[in-house]
C-alpha cells in the first residue's frame, strides 16, 4: 500500500490515520470498510476521485456565483445512485481525469487567480480524506477564499465532524423525507435519517448564511431542494424540519430544475418533468415557511 501512495501522490502524503481511514473505507454512511488502495466501493473510487471538471461556474445561487463565478471541482463517482441523476457520466460512469494531491491544490489556486469568490467542491462525501488533506495545504500557500461543500447531504457525521474548521459554507441538498421514497429513487432508505443529523452538524459548523457587503456568502449553509414529479421529494415536510431543527434564518434554494435524465425516463412517476401547478404547490409552501432563499424559474 505504501508503494503504491507514494507512486501517486509523491508530492503531498496522507497521514497514517487517513490512509488507514482509505484502507477501511468509512467516510461516508454507506460504510463498505474496502481497502480502496485496491478496490472500489459502492462510489465507485479508489484512493482519490477522478475530477470531472474544474472550472468558474456561474449558474449557482447568487452569494455562491456572484459576478466573477464560482471555482467549481467536480469530483467523480458518488455515494448515491439516483435514478434521475443528471450528472450521471460523471457520478456513476466516472468520466473524469486524474490529479495528483498537487494537482488538486495547484487546481483551487488557479481558480482564486481567475477570480473564483470560493472553491467548490461538488460530490465530495466520498472524498472527504482528500478535502482534509489538500485544504490546509492550499491555505498554507496562500488560498483566501471560502471553501463551499457541495453535497447530496448523505454524508457521515464523523467525517463531517473532522472537516469541521476546514469548510465555510455548506451547500447540502434536503432530498426526501420518507424512507420509501429515498430507497426507490436513490438506493438509500437511510437517507432521511442520515440526512436530517448531517444538515444538523454543518449548521452546528457554520450557522446562518453570512454574506459580505457585495453579497458574496463567506460563511453558513444555503439547503437545496430539488421538486420532484408527485410530490415525491415531500417538500413540505422538508421545509418544516429545516425551520424548525436547522433555523427560522436559514436560507433554502428551491430548484425547478427536474426533468426525466438518466434512467428516470424509465421509471413510472419520476418519467415526467414537474407541472407548473406543482411548482406553484412547492412555491407556496416555501413562502408560507417564512425562509428566506431563492426559488428557480420553472
Request: aromatic share 8%; proline share 5%.
Amino acid at each position: 500500500m505504501e508503494k503504491g501512495l507514494t507512486a501517486i501522490f509523491p508530492e503531498l502524503d496522507f497521514t497514517e490515520e487517513q490512509r488507514d481511514r482509505l484502507a477501511h473505507c468509512v467516510e461516508c454512511p454507506r460504510q463498505c470498510g474496502v481497502n480502496r488502495f485496491d478496490v472500489v466501493g459502492y462510489c465507485r473510487t479508489g484512493v482519490i476521485p477522478k475530477v470531472a471538471s474544474v472550472n468558474l461556474h456561474y449558474g449557482e445561487e447568487p452569494p455562491i456565483s456572484g459576478d466573477r463565478g464560482s471555482g467549481t471541482v467536480f469530483l467523480c463517482g458518488c455515494n448515491m445512485s439516483c435514478l434521475f441523476c443528471q450528472n450521471f457520466p460523471i457520478s456513476q460512469l466516472g468520466h473524469g481525469r486524474e490529479l495528483t494531491l498537487e494537482g488538486f491544490v495547484d487546481a483551487m489556486l488557479g481558480l482564486e487567480s481567475r477570480g473564483a469568490h470560493n472553491i467548490n467542491f461538488v460530490t465530495p462525501s466520498h472524498a472527504t480524506v482528500l478535502l482534509e488533506a489538500i485544504i490546509p495545504e492550499a491555505r498554507r500557500r496562500g488560498l483566501s477564499v471560502p471553501i463551499v461543500y457541495n453535497s447530496s447531504g448523505y454524508d457521515s457525521i464523523e467525517s463531517l465532524k473532522r472537516l469541521d474548521g476546514l469548510i465555510e459554507i455548506y451547500l447540502p441538498d434536503i432530498r426526501y423525507a420518507d424512507a420509501t421514497v429515498a430507497e426507490k429513487l436513490s438506493d438509500a432508505p437511510d437517507y432521511p435519517n442520515i440526512n436530517s443529523r448531517a444538515l444538523i452538524e454543518m449548521h452546528r459548523q457554520v450557522g446562518d448564511l453570512v454574506l459580505d457587503d457585495h453579497g458574496i456568502a463567506v460563511r453558513g449553509m444555503i439547503v437545496r431542494h430539488l421538486v420532484l414529479p408527485g410530490g415525491l421529494a415531500n417538500t413540505e415536510s422538508a421545509l418544516d424540519f429545516i425551520r424548525r431543527e436547522i433555523s427560522p434564518e436559514a436560507h433554502v434554494a428551491l430548484m425547478a430544475q427536474y426533468f426525466p435524465a438518466h434512467n428516470a425516463q424509465h421509471t413510472a412517476e419520476i418519467d415526467r418533468r414537474i407541472t407548473r401547478a406543482e411548482w406553484r404547490a412547492a412555491v407556496d409552501v416555501f413562502e408560507a415557511s417564512g425562509l428566506d432563499g431563492w426559488a428557480q424559474e420553472l
